[in-house]
């Protein structure tokens, strides 16, 4: 079966609605065996230029709302037909647990029928310039029109869904976009494309480009005929685009360093488990995964017992077996980087309570307590199966502790005490507070990015949308 899938196209580029195979090739590795799955095309120069080119004139061509509406279905049905080969490509080319990989490909459907459904929703408002003295006899309104081309470049950790989060609204906003996805995890990408393909996408609304992030990036940030980029992934790339695209339009989701507070009237049990999950899932390797908790101190000893238990209780192994909760992380230098960060940890003070053993590719699920705010495990973003837990006495004291953080993407509060919850809503600086739950929860229509470091404009079908499209405003006079 998934010979199938990769061997069929999946090594091209996807320009102009055609495939086109180069000679320079990337590996691309099972993250679990470190065999080679598949050789995809590296892009030159000219191939973003022919790309630019294709996105720019199929913009001239007629794909009204409705057939964008029905073309985002149909390919979100055959993602769901689909479901179980792409999962198998998820498995190998992340290395994500099977269980979790057939949820991405579940989301990722889901993302593409929300953008369906909002594609018949674009709309502007109603302007009363009539009030304005002198302008009795006009009216005016808003509308909402493409931005043109745009450019999205997407993070390897979760390769489908975070492409559908570009793709679909752009599409449905009435654009073409150019996809560059990560080079470690392209193929389910490639096989997007496919399906896009079968759905009926006009030639040249969507072209894949396939290759380094570097050398590509900097062709694509280059190009004067790109309208807009969309990002996800690391700060320091985030820097790179927004500083290399001047005035042009730019949104940008990164990293953070998530926070959830358990306050003391919070399930101890039911919020350890929930914490040791959101901390672990995908080896840590997610924007929101739990990083630093803070526990209130009367519950802090049988919180940490619990989530311990949790914690010890998942399964590392081959993300092929469906039982397996946390497999490899990306690659060994990833889990190496990791590893550095927990032993520096633990020689500035830090207590090991479980994990801190790295074997190749795998980083075991990792707690510290006693942890300083100022430890890379705590400041940076880890990015790993590791999570820091401290504990707190005041309510403003763990809101400053949160906030004293560069980023600020989202961050959790376990508690049912309202006038604590609303002071954290209003306090604390993030793109979205989750009240009794973990910062690690998302569906995918809700409005979703981050302030600080953790980026500028929101994800959601909706709210991509209104950053892909212009509102213009038009005014009548009789
Ligand atoms: P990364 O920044 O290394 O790579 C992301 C993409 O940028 C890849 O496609 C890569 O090829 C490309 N790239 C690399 N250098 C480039 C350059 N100079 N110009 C243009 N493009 C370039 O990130 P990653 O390691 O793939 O992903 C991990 C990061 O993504 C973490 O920081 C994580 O928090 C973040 N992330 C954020 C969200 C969110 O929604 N906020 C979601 C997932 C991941």
Redesign the pocket.
């Known amino acids: 079966m998934m010979n199938d899938i990769l061997l069929k196209n999946a090594y091209g580029l996807f320009i102009d609605g055609k495939w086109k195979v180069k000679n320079s090739k990337l590996l691309v590795l099972n993250k679990y065996s470190q065999e080679v799955i598949a050789e995809i095309s590296i892009a030159e120069e000219q191939d973003v230029n022919a790309s630019v080119a294709a996105a720019k004139k199929a913009l001239n061509t007629s794909f009204s709302p409705y057939d964008r509406f029905r073309v985002l279905k149909k390919a979100s049905e055959l993602l769901l037909e689909q479901k179980e080969g792409l999962a198998d490509v998820l498995v190998q080319e992340v290395g994500k647990p099977l269980t979790e990989s057939i949820g991405e490909v579940e989301r990722a459907a889901l993302t593409l029928e929300i953008s369906a459904e909002e594609a018949k929703r674009i709309h502007g408002e109603g302007v009363p310039i009539e009030s304005a003295p002198g302008s009795e006899n006009r009216k005016a309104m808003t509308i909402r029109t493409p931005v043109g081309v745009v450019a999205a ?6 390769p489908l869904n ?1 492409v559908c989060h570009k793709v679909g609204p752009g599409l449905a906003a009435g654009n073409s976009v150019i996809l ?4 470690e995890t392209s193929l389910s990408a490639l096989l997007l494309a496919e399906i896009f393909e079968e759905a009926g996408l006009p030639a040249g609304r969507l072209n894949v480009l396939t290759g ?3 050398e ?3 062709y ?2 280059s190009n004067q005929e790109i309208n807009m980029y969309t ?7 985030g820097q ?2 927004r500083e290399s695209t001047g005035i042009r339009k730019v949104a940008l ?4 360093n998530s926070a959830t507070i358990v306050h003391r009237d919070a399930a101890i049990k039911e919020s350890a488990v929930a914490a040791a999950q959101k901390s672990f899932n995908n080896a840590g390797q ?2 929101i995964s739990v990083q630093r908790v803070f526990v209130h101190q009367d519950i802090y000893e049988a919180f940490l017992e619990e989530m311990i238990k949790a914690a010890k209780a998942l399964k590392v192994g081959d993300p092929a077996d469906a039982s397996t909760n946390i497999g490899p992380m990306i690659a060994a230098k990833e889990a190496i980087r990791v590893e550095n960060w927990v032993d520096e940890a633990i020689s500035q003070g830090a207590q090991l309570q479980v994990g801190g053993k790295r074997d190749g590719v795998f980083y075991q699920p990792t707690i510290l307590t006693n942890v300083d705010q100022e430890m890379k495990v705590c400041r940076n ?1 880890v ?1 790993g199966p590791v999570v820091a837990v401290d504990t707190y006495r005041e309510e403003d004291e763990v809101i400053e502790k949160v906030n004293n953080s560069e980023y600020g ?1 989202q961050a959790g509060l376990f508690t049912n005490d309202l006038s604590f919850a609303m002071k954290a809503a209003e306090k604390i600086e993030v793109g979205g507070l989750i009240i009794n739950d973990t910062s690690g929860y998302r569906v995918d229509h809700m409005p ?3 302030v600080k470091k ?2 500028t404009g929101k ?1 959601g079908p909706k709210y991509a949308m209104e950053e892909m499209t212009e509102e213009k405003l038009i005014v009548f006079q009789s």
Do not use: H
């Open positions: 470049i997407t993070p390897f950790n979760v975070l560059k996805p990560a080079e380094e992030g570097a590509i990036g900097g694509l940030t990002f996800t992934g690391s700060p320091r790339v790179i685009i989701e990164l990293g953070n997610v924007c973003e990015f993407l979703y990015g981050g953790s980026g994800e």
